[in-house]
């Protein structure tokens, strides 16, 4: 058995792997049902409550745990290459799978960034062993400048999943039409990280009175939702698949819902803290409260949750934001913007979303799976006979303190130290690898 990190192993993959006592989630109806899961060689061999006698291998008692597909957060930043110092491939792994994710996105806006098939490779080739899927967004323009497209053909070769120059917006409007019409040719998405940057110039808070109490500038709504409307009239102009990162504003959610009306290729995510904090928390946690798109007002949380229940809102992603303490550690304008989300998202989810009824625990469960999955062009992962083995398993009703001495990141810039949420992860399986989170079986 190999120790992984302080509170995680990796079991003998070797033999076979027995999940008792589970409740697993039918993410179609909702239904829970109690099941035990035989995995033999990575694929799901039995399925159902099994009476065996003399098992040879790992047997783990999932009793209280609900077994879903793995988790796919389609929006983290894992610094690799350029700013190991604040994140790396595999500490980002270790965070991911800590909170029940066996598949992530991660961003471009590295350095150099990822605009080169090289870099597409050489991020998928330190995954090919490993327990967690790795799918790269590769930029829309040559180092990220919104210059000059990439050559996207040759990037989804490479294996890029989707495109965006996130972290900036592509303000040049003729070069966006130019990547949503390959987009549609290429059938993958483009990812916009909407915001006028005129608007946005010098902002550090969403603008109104927090920001004016505090002395801070301020960011208008205006800035992401005129950049929301442009993209949305290219893609209808287009046919182009356009996906709306980190969604913020009432006035994003609307706009978003008004195009899906009309059936257009559009869907957008939702990062857990912008269900989960106003603009009121830069006043208590500082820097650690200051991303980009930022917290906003109460009635833009009122929003997001109403876009998540009726469905505008598709998927949940965490943004992932590492950046050091000495970075955060300085005047609220200097510091970068961005927090870490990874090790939160399921619990902040299931606090927020699922305990309080806005969404079904299967709701929220296919918005972090299924639906990321389907937006990318992949196939979802199924929990069925001869399948292979893609899944996490948690205890939806423990509560668990964040501690970021326990993080996994290697940054620990997060303003939920200290809060309580629900949900502590048991476990993930892929790829014929199993992770326990707890030091003994449990």
Same mark, same amino acid.
């Given at each position: 058995?190999?120790?992984?990190?302080?509170?995680?192993?990796?079991?003998?993959?070797?033999?076979?792997?027995?999940?008792?006592?589970?409740?697993?989630?039918?993410?179609?109806?909702?239904?829970?049902?109690?099941?035990?899961?035989?995995?033999?060689?990575?694929?799901?061999?039995?399925?159902?409550?099994?009476?065996?006698?003399?098992?040879?291998?790992?047997?783990?008692?999932?009793?209280?745990?609900?077994?879903?597909?793995?988790?796919?957060? *389609?929006?983290?930043?894992?610094?690799?290459?350029?700013?190991?110092?604040?994140?790396?491939?595999?500490?980002?792994?270790?965070?991911?799978?800590?909170?029940?994710?066996?598949?992530?996105?991660?961003?471009?806006?590295?350095?150099?960034?990822?605009?080169?098939?090289?870099?597409?490779?050489?991020?998928?080739?330190?995954?090919?062993?490993?327990?967690?899927?790795?799918?790269?967004?590769?930029?829309?323009?040559?180092?990220?400048?919104?210059?000059?497209?990439?050559?996207?053909?040759?990037?989804?070769?490479?294996?890029?999943?989707?495109?965006?120059?996130?972290?900036?917006?592509?303000?040049?409007?003729?070069?966006?039409?130019?990547?949503?019409?390959?987009?549609?040719?290429?059938?993958?998405?483009?990812?916009?990280?909407?915001?006028?940057?005129?608007?946005?110039?010098?902002?550090?808070?969403?603008?109104?009175?927090?920001?004016?109490?505090?002395?801070?500038?301020?960011?208008?709504?205006?800035?992401?939702?005129? *950049?929301?409307?442009?993209?949305?009239?290219?893609?209808?102009?287009?046919?182009?698949?356009?996906?709306?990162?980190?969604?913020?504003?009432?006035?994003?959610?609307?706009?978003?819902?008004?195009?899906? +009306?009309?059936?257009?290729?559009?869907?957008?995510?939702?990062?857990?803290?912008?269900?989960?904090?106003?603009?009121?928390?830069?006043?208590?946690?500082?820097?650690?409260?200051?991303?980009?798109?930022?917290?906003?007002?109460?009635?833009?949380?009122?929003?997001?949750?109403?876009?998540?229940?009726?469905?505008?809102?598709?998927?949940?992603?965490?943004?992932?934001?590492?950046?050091?303490?000495? +970075?955060?550690?300085?005047?609220?304008?200097?510091?970068?913007?961005?927090?870490?989300?990874?090790?939160?998202?399921?619990?902040?989810?299931?606090?927020?979303?699922?305990?309080?009824?806005?969404?079904?625990?299967?709701?929220?469960?296919?918005?972090?799976?299924?639906?990321?999955?389907?937006?990318?062009?992949?196939?979802?992962?199924?929990?069925?006979?001869?399948? *292979?083995?893609?899944?996490?398993?948690?205890?939806?009703?423990?509560?668990?303190?964040?501690?970021?001495?326990?993080?996994?990141?290697?940054?620990?810039?997060?303003?939920?130290?200290?809060?309580?949420?629900?949900?502590?992860?048991?476990?993930?399986?892929?790829?014929?690898?199993?992770?326990? *989170?707890?030091?003994?079986?449990?």
């Amino acid at each position: 058995m190999k120790i992984h990190q302080n509170n995680q192993k990796f079991l003998d993959i070797t033999k076979q792997l027995l999940l008792k006592n589970g409740r697993l989630l039918d993410l179609n109806s909702g239904d829970l049902q109690e099941v035990d899961i035989v995995i033999i060689g990575g694929i799901i061999r039995q399925l159902g409550k099994i009476e065996i006698v003399d098992f040879q291998g790992e047997i783990l008692d999932l009793t209280g745990a609900v077994i879903t597909p793995g988790l796919f957060d *389609m929006h983290v930043h894992f610094r690799e290459p350029g700013d190991e110092h604040k994140e790396t491939l595999m500490t980002g792994a270790d965070a991911a799978m800590a909170d029940g994710f066996t598949a992530v996105c991660t961003m471009p806006n590295t350095d150099p960034a990822t605009d080169n098939p090289e870099i597409v490779e050489s991020i998928k080739r330190k995954f090919e062993q490993h327990l967690l899927e790795v799918y790269p967004v590769a930029a829309i323009s040559k180092g990220r400048l919104g210059r000059e497209l990439v050559d996207m053909a040759e990037l989804k070769r490479a294996g890029a999943v989707a495109f965006s120059d996130d972290g900036s917006p592509v303000t040049n409007t003729r070069l966006m039409r130019q990547a949503m019409r390959i987009s549609r040719e290429l059938a993958l998405p483009i990812i916009e990280h909407c915001e006028d940057t005129y608007l946005f110039q010098g902002g550090a808070m969403h603008e109104g009175e927090i920001a004016e109490e505090l002395g801070l500038p301020g960011i208008p709504a205006l800035a992401e939702e005129l *950049m929301v409307a442009r993209n949305i009239m290219l893609a209808e102009e287009t046919g182009g698949r356009l996906h709306i990162a980190h969604v913020s504003t009432a006035g994003s959610v609307e706009l978003i819902r008004r195009a899906k +009306e009309k059936r257009l290729k559009i869907t957008c995510e939702v990062a857990p803290h912008h269900f989960s904090l106003t603009h009121e928390a830069v006043k208590t946690y500082g820097t650690d409260a200051k991303m980009n798109p930022p917290l906003r007002t109460r009635k833009d949380v009122d929003a997001i949750l109403s876009g998540l229940k009726d469905g505008t809102i598709d998927v949940i992603a965490s943004d992932h934001a590492p950046h050091t303490a000495e +970075e955060k550690n300085q005047p609220f304008i200097q510091a970068p913007f961005g927090i870490i989300g990874l090790e939160t998202m399921l619990g902040l989810t299931l606090t927020k979303l699922v305990r309080p009824g806005v969404l079904s625990l299967a709701e929220a469960i296919r918005k972090m799976s299924w639906q990321p999955a389907n937006i990318l062009g992949l196939e979802p992962s199924r929990i069925e006979l001869n399948a *292979m083995a893609n899944l996490c398993f948690f205890n939806p009703e423990v509560p668990w303190k964040v501690s970021i001495a326990e993080l996994k990141s290697k940054s620990k810039n997060t303003p939920f130290e200290g809060w309580t949420l629900f949900g502590k992860v048991r476990g993930v399986v892929n790829k014929n690898r199993i992770l326990v *989170m707890d030091s003994q079986k449990p």
